[in-house]
């Protein structure tokens, strides 16, 4: 099956540092990746579209300075969060879709890593 | 407006018996994908089922299957034979062909009691 690996699945660390956080599809390509953050007993909040060779698209409200992306290879792609503060504290997730035009690709489901709870004290 | 709604905050079933977990939609493209996921307390996403818009039959993945009514815009879960393990939130989501982006539904809370 298609399988994400995010890693690390628990930061926690203190204001002022940096998060890097890895997501790898490893038995599939990914063109597109996605990454989320959600807020407990909420839904999915899309943060930004990484798509592998290109900048990511930012969804409205998310800083790209706070929040760097890197897709740098078709299984890779990081998010860091730099100068994090206790607000930047939550749940992030990442995702994976299979390569692929959209219209032919749209059964495709997205394939989720294991998420990564941060802590910023 | 929003394109998933998903009315059930939390929903309660008996151990053994069958539960339905509403989704609407809202969409003018004539082609779109409809998928369910459900999250653990964990937090990992685990896909469950899929369903096309030009598919004629109802999707089914063992106790899951999709009530899909094109007319109503709905795309509801239907779990069989409830299990424990089935307490989870459960996500709707809709893909649309013109770009890759996934619309996510505000998450239903499925307490399973033994």
């Known amino acids: 099956g298609a399988v994400v690996s995010q890693h690390p699945s628990r930061v926690i660390c203190k204001s002022g540092t940096s998060v890097k956080i890895e997501c790898r599809s490893l038995?599939?390509?990914?063109?597109?990746m996605f990454w989320y953050r959600q807020f407990p007993k909420q839904s999915l909040m899309l943060m930004a579209t990484s798509n592998e060779g290109s900048k990511a698209t930012y969804e409205q409200g998310v800083e790209k300075d706070k929040f760097l992306i890197n897709h740098a290879s078709l299984t890779l792609s990081t998010l860091t969060v730099t100068s994090a503060h206790p607000e930047d504290s939550s749940f992030y997730i990442c995702?994976?879709?299979?390569?692929?035009?959209?219209?032919?690709?749209?059964?495709?489901?997205?394939?989720f890593g294991d998420g990564t709870r941060l802590s910023i004290l | 407006a929003q394109k998933i709604t998903q009315t059930q905050p939390g929903m309660f079933v008996q151990e053994k018996e069958a539960v339905t977990l509403d989704c609407t939609y809202d969409?003018?493209?004539?082609?779109?994908?409809l998928f369910w996921y459900k999250q653990p307390s964990s937090g990992e996403m685990i896909f469950l089922i899929y369903?096309?818009?030009?598919?004629?039959q109802n999707a089914t993945e063992g106790r899951y299957s999709l009530n899909f009514q094109k007319a109503r815009k709905s795309a509801n879960l239907v779990i069989s034979a409830s299990q424990l393990g089935d307490s989870a939130m459960y996500f709707c989501a809709m893909r649309e062909p013109t770009g890759n982006q996934f619309y996510f539904g505000t998450g239903t809370s499925l307490t399973v009691i033994p």
């Open positions: 969409t003018s493209d004539q082609s779109y994908g």
């Open positions: 369903q096309g818009s030009y598919d004629e």
């Open positions: 038995d599939f390509q990914a063109t597109t």
């Open positions: 995702s994976a879709l299979k390569g692929g035009a959209p219209r032919l690709a749209g059964n495709q489901p997205q394939h």
